[in-house]
């Protein structure tokens, strides 16, 4: 089953722990999103900073559509990540992931190890495929995500448009979760290639 | 105590893997002896695969599994194969929506059937029907304690792939419970 906490050590050394929120969260994640630049709540889409988004959150955590985790240090909402998994149409077997890192928490390996939560919440899913959107000058999400098998499937042109109104380029990143099941079906195939 | 158990199937439903997971958790486990001898056909998918399992409080001597105590099966040319050699009293667990058990059973058998492929789909992959047996095997036999299994199924599965093994072995460990609790099962 998905871990209740992971324990996780910074690069700069914080010790972070990563769990899926909970309603107790609320508050705290309220403050997390206020506390974020504007810019970085940008890339998330919604308006995350009415309290009405983190209860449409655990909503969706309920009816099972939404798998939001929080990375805590010091009793403090330092990370956010969520899969959003659909439960109806044609795509039930892709999920989309959606995660932000407050500012001084930024490239030490946090986004890592929350999308690495992600995907794995993923594969218990029996996902197949897992897609996220990035600004092209995100270089660090850019990077995390690559490093967990993301690859870029698309890139929209002049899709997003930042504060200054100076438009960017959106990527689509696209990672095949489902080949950790290629060792399975290996494991299962009852065969012994030496006997044929 | 020594008990005999075949796994009976076909190739791409993971019957090996489901024999080395029960005597994985008997031996290692829960310290008790077990041994393993698989037998499967050259191709891939779709020949017969059978795991013959030996479980024994003492050491082995004789690993073959002649008249099994426990038959497991998963296809219906497996059942037709081995349910002739099941022992008198023995127990057949088997998949339900893919075997029909008859008059070929041995007197005072024990049957016991799980949709185990059907399970397995709900959870989002067929390829688990294994485990959902291993879980089923595992509450209607009592031969492996449930952490013991639980510890083999991950164990032997591949990285990534735990928490969706997990899920299968529970709904089948579940399936099994209902069964044994209540009086689901038949006795030929």
């Given at each position: 089953?998905?871990?209740?906490?992971?324990?996780?050590?910074?690069?700069?050394?914080?010790?972070?722990?990563?769990r899926?929120?909970?309603?107790a969260?609320?508050?705290?994640?309220?403050?997390?999103?206020?506390?974020?630049?504007?810019?970085?709540?940008?890339f998330?889409?919604?308006?995350?900073?009415?309290?009405a988004?983190v209860?449409?959150l655990?909503?969706?955590?309920?009816a099972?559509?939404a798998?939001?985790?929080v990375?805590?240090?010091?009793?403090?909402?330092?990370?956010?990540?969520v899969?959003?998994r659909?439960?109806?149409?044609?795509?039930?077997?892709v999920g989309?992931v959606?995660m932000?890192?407050?500012?001084?928490?930024?490239?030490?390996?946090?986004?890592?190890?929350?999308?690495?939560?992600l995907?794995?919440?993923a594969?218990?899913?029996?996902?197949?495929?897992?897609?996220?959107?990035v600004?092209?000058d995100?270089?660090?999400?850019l990077?995390?995500?690559?490093?967990l098998g993301?690859?870029?499937?698309?890139?929209?042109?002049?899709?997003?448009q930042?504060?200054?109104?100076?438009?960017?380029?959106?990527?689509?990143?696209?990672?095949?979760?489902?080949?950790?099941?290629?060792?399975?079906?290996?494991?299962?195939?009852?065969f012994?290639?030496?006997?044929? | 105590?020594?008990t005999?158990?075949?796994?009976?199937?076909?190739?791409?439903?993971?019957?090996?893997?489901?024999?080395?997971?029960?005597?994985?958790?008997?031996?290692?486990?829960?310290?008790?002896?077990?041994?393993?001898?698989?037998?499967?056909?050259?191709?891939?998918?779709?020949?017969?695969?059978?795991?013959q399992?030996?479980?024994?409080?003492e050491?082995?001597g004789?690993?073959?599994?002649?008249?099994p105590?426990?038959l497991?099966?998963?296809?219906?040319?497996?059942?037709?194969t081995?349910?002739?050699?099941?022992?008198?009293?023995g127990?057949?667990?088997y998949?339900?929506?893919?075997?029909?058990?008859d008059?070929?059973?041995?007197?005072?058998?024990?049957v016991?059937g799980v949709?185990?492929?059907?399970?397995?789909?709900?959870?989002?992959?067929?390829?688990?029907?294994?485990?959902?047996?291993?879980g089923?095997?595992?509450?209607?036999t009592?031969?492996?304690?449930?952490?013991?299994?639980r510890?083999?199924?991950?164990?032997?599965?591949?990285?990534?792939?735990?928490?969706?093994?997990?899920?299968?072995?529970?709904a089948?460990?579940?399936?099994?419970q209902?069964l044994v609790?209540?009086?689901?099962?038949?006795v030929?």
């Amino acid at each position: 089953m998905w871990p209740d906490t992971t324990k996780v050590v910074l690069r700069q050394g914080p010790e972070v722990h990563i769990r899926p929120m909970v309603a107790a969260d609320a508050e705290a994640l309220h403050r997390f999103f206020l506390a974020l630049p504007e810019e970085d709540r940008l890339f998330l889409e919604d308006d995350v900073t009415k309290p009405a988004f983190v209860q449409q959150l655990l909503a969706e955590q309920e009816a099972g559509r939404a798998f939001p985790v929080v990375a805590e240090a010091s009793g403090e909402i330092v990370g956010y990540g969520v899969l959003y998994r659909p439960l109806f149409g044609w795509s039930t077997h892709v999920g989309r992931v959606r995660m932000a890192v407050a500012r001084s928490f930024q490239r030490q390996g946090l986004g890592t190890a929350i999308l690495r939560e992600l995907v794995r919440k993923a594969q218990g899913l029996a996902l197949d495929k897992l897609v996220a959107e990035v600004v092209e000058d995100q270089v660090g999400a850019l990077r995390a995500f690559e490093r967990l098998g993301f690859h870029r499937e698309a890139t929209l042109g002049n899709h997003v448009q930042d504060l200054s109104g100076k438009k960017r380029d959106l990527v689509l990143l696209a990672n095949d979760v489902a080949h950790i099941w290629e060792h399975m079906e290996a494991l299962v195939a009852d065969f012994e290639p030496s006997a044929g | 105590m020594r008990t005999e158990i075949r796994v009976g199937g076909l190739g791409g439903q993971g019957v090996i893997l489901c024999g080395m997971i029960i005597g994985k958790a008997a031996s290692i486990f829960d310290g008790k002896h077990a041994t393993l001898i698989q037998a499967f056909g050259p191709e891939a998918r779709g020949s017969a695969a059978s795991a013959q399992v030996t479980v024994a409080d003492e050491p082995i001597g004789y690993p073959y599994v002649r008249r099994p105590d426990v038959l497991v099966v998963m296809s219906p040319d497996a059942y037709t194969t081995f349910v002739p050699t099941l022992k008198e009293g023995g127990s057949l667990l088997y998949e339900s929506d893919l075997v029909v058990p008859d008059k070929r059973l041995p007197t005072g058998a024990k049957v016991l059937g799980v949709p185990a492929t059907r399970l397995a789909e709900e959870l989002g992959r067929r390829l688990v029907m294994n485990i959902v047996m291993v879980g089923f095997f595992t509450a209607t036999t009592k031969l492996i304690s449930y952490e013991a299994a639980r510890k083999a199924v991950l164990d032997s599965v591949p990285r990534g792939t735990e928490e969706l093994n997990l899920k299968a072995f529970e709904a089948g460990f579940a399936y099994g419970q209902r069964l044994v609790s209540g009086e689901d099962s038949r006795v030929a």
